[in-house]
């Protein structure tokens, strides 16, 4: 991190993933750039969702318990849950929350229970997972620190394993250097190399061929897919990042206007274009009409300051 403004990365982190998932909420409703600008430009507030409001548990939990704790985690989201129901949660956490009320049980063995007990491979641990990746940036047992948040709600393997990549893909951006040549060869080796499941390694060797043989984002939408599964909804918004590297509005764009999971697509592409670039990168206009914007920003100067204790 030599030389690297840390406090801008995870600013940038934070806020570019909320913003990516308030502007990806709103591309469900306006799906093309020529109609999504003038709403961006007119519209007072950008409201983010759950994908937003469980990143902000996190980093909430992540700074009250230096680090991570399980329960305090599932408890931290239980109670956000509880204030704020409305923000659009798919089934999968309340149905944990209300596993763990009723019988008393651990938030990872409540989620474990989900889908006849496989777990969730739903992308909800990898939409939130920024402020791990930059609290843990550089860390050795990064993967296994990603895992066991994954596993208060996501309990797959392939649940966890995308929340992971998605964590090691903000904190090597957060460890990027914008000023120098981007490293676009050594950085997606890491990240096949980084994926443990089948699913995701295959997932990231296509993105590679994909940005290799610079296929349109039209393409690449269908060839990575963008549902609600972390394997066909992380791998797009990481091609997003790699197809548009020096703009944070281009890659944002790029992951939302080709449908499917938009507001989670943004929250993912928007962490990692964030972690790269800087909170300068990311369009004041936009910052300044992004709903809790201070408190999102004193939670990613929190973590910046207690992560370089």
Known sequence: MTGINLEAK???????????????????SHPRKDRLNPVLERISELRYTDDTAMAIGLAESLIRRQGLDQEDLGKTFQDNFNRESWRGYASGP?????????RGIPYREAAQSLFRGKGSLGNGAAMRIAPLG??????????????????????HPVGMDGAAVQAFAVSQAAAGDPRNDFPKDALLQSLI???????????MKLVEQLISREESPENAALSLGRSVAVHESMPFAVYSFFRYPTSFEECLFCAILHGGDRDTLGA???AVSGAYLGLDAIPRSWIQKLENKDYIRHLACSLARISGE
């Open 10 to 28: 995870f600013l940038g982190s934070m806020v570019g993933s909320a913003l990516g998932d308030a502007i990806g909420e709103l591309a469900f």
């Open 94 to 102: 309340p149905t944990i929350f209300s596993l763990v009320t009723q």
């Open 134 to 155: 930059l609290f843990y940036h550089g860390a050795k047992d990064l993967y296994d620190r990603a895992c066991a948040s994954a596993r208060v709600t996501h309990a």
């Open 193 to 203: 190399r980084f994926a443990r499941t089948p699913e995701i390694q295959e997932k």
């Open 268 to 270: 993912m592409a928007g």
